[in-house]
């Protein structure tokens, strides 16, 4: 249990570094900010759209009469805002990581460099960067709407549904958006997803200690914006922890680091 406290330790880390390191925590915004921005156009563009879309869909409730038909669009008006809804917080977080890698990129080399020790670079040209993230977070989020699926469906079981189900979600949301920050520096590092996940995997508690309030916490409007610097910037110290250079490794080798399991 000691490594959950390691793991919210780890985030008040990265929160402090990028609070002594003002400028950083503004460079770090920007990401965050453009997505934001982006995201409530679509959102306000959906809200005007919704209405005309329930209409389109459901040509046999023309006839309909009144409130059934209105009732009925209104409600698929409704739902389609809330998928809508919904897929905006699960993707918000990758979608920054990506219009942000390199100013993430950046932030997470300028916490190795602050910190001692190796500065390792991924050496990829910017294009296969975006490539390689855009990739996994695919690969990721596929893996997050099937345990989302499985959840909802399990959410309709008396008493566990509304009781360990929600617990469960979180610590699923809190796993996957720890892998996603900590793809930033690991990425650097050489390590594929599937070693990521091995990773963190195997120190499952102290990634839900850096991931699951960190979820609670993006549940806030507005508030990932203004944590994400500092949740980056702690993934990197905790990456720092859990992967170790490999003194053996040929300098230029992507595979020179020893991941720390246990």
């Known amino acids: 249990m000691r490594d959950l406290g390691v793991g919210f330790g780890y985030l008040m880390k990265g929160q402090r570094w990028v609070g002594g390191h003002g400028k950083w925590f503004g460079f770090g915004l920007l990401p965050g ?18 209405d005309d879309f329930a209409a389109w869909a459901t040509p046999f409730a023309a006839d309909w009469s009144s ?73 990721v989020l596929a893996r997050v709407v099937l345990y989302g699926v499985l959840l ?39 390590v594929e997803l599937k070693d990521r996940l091995g990773l963190l995997r195997g120190r499952r508690l102290l990634t839900l200690g850096f991931g699951v309030p960190l979820t609670l916490a993006f549940l806030v409007p507005f508030l990932a914006v203004f944590l994400m610097p500092g949740a980056v910037a702690g993934a990197t110290l905790m990456v720092r922890d859990l992967v170790a250079p490999d003194a053996d490794a040929e300098p230029a080798s992507p595979a020179r680091y020893t991941l720390h399991k246990d």
């Open 67 to 139: 409130p059934w038909q209105g009732l009925f669009r209104g409600f698929l008006t409704a739902l389609v805002f809330c998928f809508g809804l919904f897929l905006a917080v699960i993707t918000f977080t990758a979608v920054t990581l990506l219009v942000g890698q390199p100013f993430y990129e950046s932030l997470s080399e300028q916490v190795d460099r602050t910190e001692g020790g190796d500065v390792p670079e991924s050496g990829l040209p910017l294009w296969r960067e975006l490539w390689i993230s855009a990739r996994d977070s695919l690969r």
């Open 33 to 50: 900010l453009v997505t934001l921005v982006l995201y409530a156009a679509a959102l306000v563009g959906l809200g005007y759209g919704a």
């Open 152 to 190: 909802f469906a399990l959410g309709f079981i008396p008493v566990v549904g509304q009781t360990v189900i929600p617990v469960t979600g979180f610590c699923v949301s809190g796993f996957f958006l720890a892998e996603e920050l900590t793809a930033v520096a690991l990425q650097r590092r050489g």
